[in-house]
């Protein structure tokens, strides 16, 4: 906050002394006070002796005395609006000083003295913006039920009630009526309404500035119409101090983007301590209520010690079901054009794929098992969605209420009680029979079985659980997201159709004899992948980490032990200096480069949507088989087209900083004439 605001926050504060002071005078509160104090009898009906001795220190006694005959009208309870005033300046307070401790100790730019300890950890920040938001608007919300409850009952009677209407809390009033208080109620409601009313504008421009500054800072655009109608509808509902501590609290928001195109590093704009990245992908997915398990490597070992080695002999199998896919799920259109829903399509597509591999022929095709696989995503991110936004204090009461957290536990029952639970036992029953006759099944199951090292590993329901949860947020929602990109690239660009099309049917003029080779060799097809995921990447942000000692990069930045690190993986896409022309789609862009590099799977410092290095995501190609596979027969077999309705390339998605397809598009599809025979 620049020196100008801090000189008008001061001129403020002057002038609201100044004019409760003499509120105060007009009233007689100077007199009334010096009389109680004689007296030694606090005001009103009651019959309590005001205390004379509190702490042994006679000058601090005195303003104790003062305090306690001050606001004593709000502890007698005499006056409704009255208390209802004192119970919104309290949490509004509360709320105010939350912030300005947080900016107290992240700066510690003065006050040293009561700092004792930096709050310097993002879990600790958002905690105590918890506490003073749920303040401020807890209490808001109390003055705001009586309020409109005063104002429905004022319709119908008569009486005066402005004193269940204390405006003054939100609205600072200069003659407000004092009916039915006595000088006493009368300066102390003026003050509660001019100390908070101050408090609340200087705390509303100090947040709206710091929001606008961060903003600026990480070059977002800020939409001005739609803050002023986000910051009216906070105001109404969670009140000033609660809308200061939500715009301070979303500041912290845009840092993530900080500097994209400097060497490719994002940093927040304070510490973050996460222990590790377990405990973040549980933090970050709300863990505990979308089920979420994080307490194992079983997925990824059996990923990279039995699926990834077994490609090339399982690609059988992947044609095989996705020929009976397609004719269970495209439509009939040989000569005419039928809509289809195609995120919808490509996700049962790349289930039955994935169910042949990971569960085994048996339960492959059957319907719930296809159903739970595609669903479980859709009630983890609705929850995730749901959830948050809301204090994490309040998750443990919200949580089992919603219906998509409820979905995800019918469904996870109903995978580990009746489908792969009592198929884990079966398995085990006969490989411990010794029957010769016996030979295990060659799918993730078997695998996830066969590798688990403990009980808690190889139980049954946690097999289950961890299987539903990897074939369906790893495998199916993303690879269909991904092909789904790739359509509506081509539908707005069809220049690039043809060529990939000639390229498919030169490799694979029988698509049912499909091999790993075959599959590898489109390279014009890996190089369209490759393109369209730049313009449409998964997420902005991708590698997280957590440093494990400090560090000092090269141009002086500081990275303390704990700090949470990513990489800006989408403006690294569309930076001039990785990518030539980086604002034209060019689908051949990765052709005539390197053959290794211009796969669709290859991770690089420039190319990190499936992270990099060791911790690449090793499910990553399979995943790519499986929609290659899908795209080679649906560009050769169909035309497709928007209908009327769609102008353009449907806008993305935008889920925080992940990036999806508008799922809810629909397209034109035909056979068409003189395709290859697929059937």
Known sequence: MDSLLRYVFLLLAMTSFYMMYISLFNNGFFNLLSHQLATRALPGESDIALLSEYTGLKALDGILESTVIFFWPISQGHHVGLSLTGLSFSGGMVGIWMIVVVHICRTRSFMRSIVMKEASARRQVLSVYHFGFACSCLCHMAWLSVFVASKILSLTQSSNLWYLCPYGVTFPLLNHPA?????????????????????AVAAMVWSIDRYIQECHRAELEIDKLRLILRLLGWILIDGPSAT???????????????????????????????????????HDHVGKYTTILNDSHLHT???????????????????????HGFAVEMPECEDKWVLIRPYEVFLRLVA???????????????????????????NIFMTITLLRPIPSFLHPIIGPMLPSSRSLDTQLRYVQDELLGPEIVKRRQRQASGDPDYEKPDDFLQWMIDLAQNDKEGDPGNI???????????VVHTSAMSITHGLYDLITMPQWLEPLRQEIQEIM??????????????????????????????????????????LVLSDGLRLPKGTHICMASGPIGMDTKYVSDPNTFDAFRYVDGDK???????TSATSMHFGLGRYACPGRFFATFVLKAILSRFLVEYEFRFGPDQVGRPKNMLLGDKIVPNTSVDVYVRKRTGSRNTA
């Open 179 to 199: 009916q039915g208080l006595g000088a006493l109620e009368a300066g102390l409601f003026t003050f509660l309404q001019w100390d908070y009313g101050i408090a």
């Open 464 to 474: 289950a659980h961890r299987l539903l949860g990897l074939t369906s947020m790893a």
């Open 596 to 602: 290794a590099q211009s796969q669709f799977v290859h």
């Open 301 to 323: 070992e059996v990923i990279q010690k039995r699926l990834t080695p077994a490609i090339s002999r399982l690609i059988p199998r992947i044609i095989d079901e996705l020929d």
């Open 352 to 378: 039955r794929a994935g169910a042949r591999v990971f569960v085994g022929p048996e339960l492959c095709r059957t319907e719930k098992w296809l159903t739970a696989s595609i669903d479980f995503t859709k």
């Open 244 to 282: 200061a501590v939500r715009l301070i609290w979303e500041s912290e928001g845009p840092s993530y983007l900080q500097n994209p195109n400097q060497g490719g590093f994002v940093y927040l704009c304070f510490v973050v301590t996460i222990p590790t990245m377990q405990d973040r992908l549980a």
């Open 509 to 550: 003029p029988d698509w049912k004899s499909s091999s790993y080779s075959s599959l590898v060799s489109l390279r014009r097809l890996d190089s369209f992948l490759k393109e369209s995921q730049r313009f449409n990447p998964p997420g902005e942000l991708s590698f997280h980490r957590v440093v494990k000692k400090d």
